[in-house]
């Protein structure tokens, strides 16, 4: 009797300290889901609060007259120098004007060129235009140069402040949807820059990518799921196709280089190269998604088919290939999405380059979305890593569109047997 | 035209189409010939300039190429085990923080959470793994670097700008959905019997994971901890971005280590001649960054596929 009294009590002893550990270690878990869930806001803030600004861009209102002289001479740009003159008739001397000038973007003479060449009329009359300030002149607008600091620090001088504070006492000055972010290609100026040229280049590479990678990995699935026999040489395959899902990405790059750039001689910088290192990347994901929409087709679909008299080729692509599509799709988009993430095999091949064209066939030089982030990363422009983010949150969401519709394909198709 | 009984014609057009199958499904191997085949030639080049001892447990690594033939130091330096110590810091340092997080994170998920709760936070750390690794890399340079670098000025550390520890913990982040759901899958794989014996002889719920669950899926969550520093040590784009340049042999992690994947990528981008030994370095540091993820991987399917079976 005594016996059994210490025992329970003796776990009565234990049962409080017990009690916290459990307490404790569950605290541990939700430590841990709030820490991951944390940085994943904390990552989307940082960006979308950087990246929003990218959208809007300063411009500046001008009186600006198509001078025939200047025109005829097309400097477009010198069109820009006699308004801002006219602008600011006080500043005289030579240095100040030149200043002056560098308020506005060294591309608004551009815009103008394309006003006029959609309309000749415009020859010798003046107009009211809204045109991009520098990128300095942009930062200063949206807040992110400190006024407060010593002049030397600041990118911006004294002299400048108060010209642009008279624009905003004119109400001359304003932040403007920034339509060139998405219709330009890259520049080395931030006002000037646009996101086109990259969107094109993955856009390309990633048709490149899809025309070989959906081919190849729903045949292969087929072949292995349907008809291989199980011996030594299918098992190969397997072993294999899982190993090359977990070889880091910058091999396939190295692949690409030494395969098709230089044993093969295909261009750099190619979309067309860019396609298909990726489409060996994502052949194993496209498999293995595709294997597993296979085999979640029922045999009694494939026995029925087999008695009615079809072959086993009809069987497959009459009934079982109809019934595997939507799996195997929703594995595709998932592959393609990865693959519109994928940089680092495209850094090998050449994709890096400065290209202001937007490329408009598979053989031109491109670079990639997710390059064209890490090239504007690099940059050491204030207005640049605005513009990095601006790029982030558009990939995110190309990416986020990409998901939805594969989780959707996956709701509205799915089926129980 | 030719269309009689006698003649087969399904047959011999579905033999076709079952060539063509055949011949789809060597692509992946024919992928795994090209790789090894690619990195083993190039290699060779360069262990035929630079032998393998030197390059394998040479402690100095500044590859350059000469511009003149007769210029000092013209052939380079080609020592790549600092290269292979960074990697490792790195790779440690990410390990260090997703292995604990994940962990508790897929048990928390599969042993506490309400299914509600779950439904929402499972999609939430697969979000972390859709996100391109180039946008980890931008947080790591832009915030988390430029923030370790403060806050060590206030502690009175000298961190550098550029320290593993920055893109280690970032990294660290990005793995952590791959050790949490891989984790997940083998915790929910032990038998729901061996939960109620030990909670019938009267363990509370965190003995019961401590002492039953977490042995009994040991193998699985060690082959997915494999994986998941294969993945590390292959990663790229962040440590392009966030980790250094210069090759330093050391274990501090507030100081600037450059990684296996950073020096293949400086190596390669830019223009110069296909023949040099820095170029040709490059392959033999993807050669090295090939056959060590794929031990880990081979290793780590391995174990998971084993541990499987027992409880089928």
Known sequence: MTDQLSNSERIQAGLARRYRAEKRFRLYGIIAVVLAVGFLAVMLSAIGARGFGAFYQTHASLEVTFD????????????????????????KARRDKRKLYKLMSSGAGFDLQGMYKADPELLGQTRTVWLPTS????????????????????????????????????????????????????????????????????????????????????????????????????????????????????????????????????????????????????????????????????????????????????????????????????????????????????????????????????????TALPVQIYLWADSPERAFSERTSGAIIVLLGFLITMNI????????????? | MYVTPARRAKKAVEAVIKGILITSSTVAILTTVGIVASLLFEAMRFFGEIPFVDFMFGTEWSPQTAIREDQVGASGSFGAVPLFAGTLLISAIALAVA??????????????????????????????????????????????????????????????????????????VMIIPLISSLSDDVINAVPQSMRDGSFGLGATKSETIRQVIIPAALPGIMGGMLLAASRA????????????????????????????????????????????????????????????????????????????????
């Open chain 1, 68 to 91: 025939e002289e200047l025109v005829k001479d097309k400097d477009w740009q010198g069109i820009v120098k006699v308004a801002m003159r006219k602008s600011f008739p006080d500043v």
């Open chain 1, 135 to 366: 990128d300095d002149i942009d930062m200063l607008m949206k807040g992110q140069i400190d006024r407060v600091l010593a002049e030397d620090d600041r990118r911006v001088s004294d002299k400048e402040i108060t010209w642009v504070d008279q624009w905003i006492a004119s109400d001359r000055i304003e932040l403007q949807f920034n339509t060139r972010f998405f219709t330009g290609g890259d520049s080395r100026e931030p006002e000037l820059a646009g996101i086109l040229g990259a969107v094109m280049g993955s856009l390309l590479s990633l048709t490149v990518c899809l025309a070989l990678s959906f081919p190849l990995g729903v045949m292969t699935a087929v072949y292995l799921e349907e008809f291989a026999p199980k011996n030594k040489w299918t098992d190969i395959i397997e072993v294999n196709i899982n190993n090359l899902a977990a070889v880091p990405s910058i091999v396939f790059g190295l692949l690409g280089l030494a395969m098709f750039l230089n044993f093969f001689g295909m261009p750099r910088s190619a979309p067309l190269v860019g396609g298909m290192v990726l489409a060996l990347m994502t052949l194993p994901t496209i498999i293995i998604a595709g294997r597993a929409a296979l085999r979640a087709v029922p045999p009694s679909i494939r026995e029925a088919a087999l008695g009615m008299g079809a072959s086993p080729i009809q069987t497959v692509t009459h009934h079982v290939l109809p019934l595997a599509m939507p799996g195997m799709l929703t594995g595709t988009i998932i592959g393609m999405a990865q693959a519109l993430g994928e940089s680092a095999p495209l850094l090998m091949i050449g994709m890096v380059a400065f290209i202001v064209d937007v490329p408009a066939a598979f053989t031109d030089p491109a």
């Open chain 1, 405 to 417: 519709i594969a989780v959707f394909m996956r709701k509205s198709f799915e089926r129980r047997w």
């Open chain 2, 99 to 172: 292995a604990p997080v994940g962990l508790f994170a897929a048990i928390f998920l599969a042993e506490y959470a309400h299914p509600k709760l779950r439904n929402w936070v499972k999609p939430i750390l697969e979000i972390l793994a859709g996100i391109p690794t180039v946008v980890y890399g931008f947080f790591a340079a832009l915030v988390v670097a430029p923030w370790l670098r403060g806050t060590g000025e206030v502690a009175g550390f000298d961190v550098s700008s550029e320290s593993a520890l920055a893109a280690g913990l970032v990294m660290g």
């Open chain 2, 233 to 312: 040590i292959g990663e790229t784009m962040i440590v392009v971005m966030a980790a250094g340049l210069a090759a330093n042999l050391t274990a501090n992690p507030l100081q600037a280590v450059t990684t296996v994947t950073v020096q293949i990528v400086t190596l390669l981008t830019g223009d110069q001649e296909f023949d040099s030994a820095k170029t040709l370095a490059a392959f033999a540091l993807g050669l090295m960054l090939f056959v060590t993820t794929l031990v880990l991987n081979v290793v780590a399917l391995h174990i998971v596929n084993k541990y499987r079976e027992q409880y089928d």
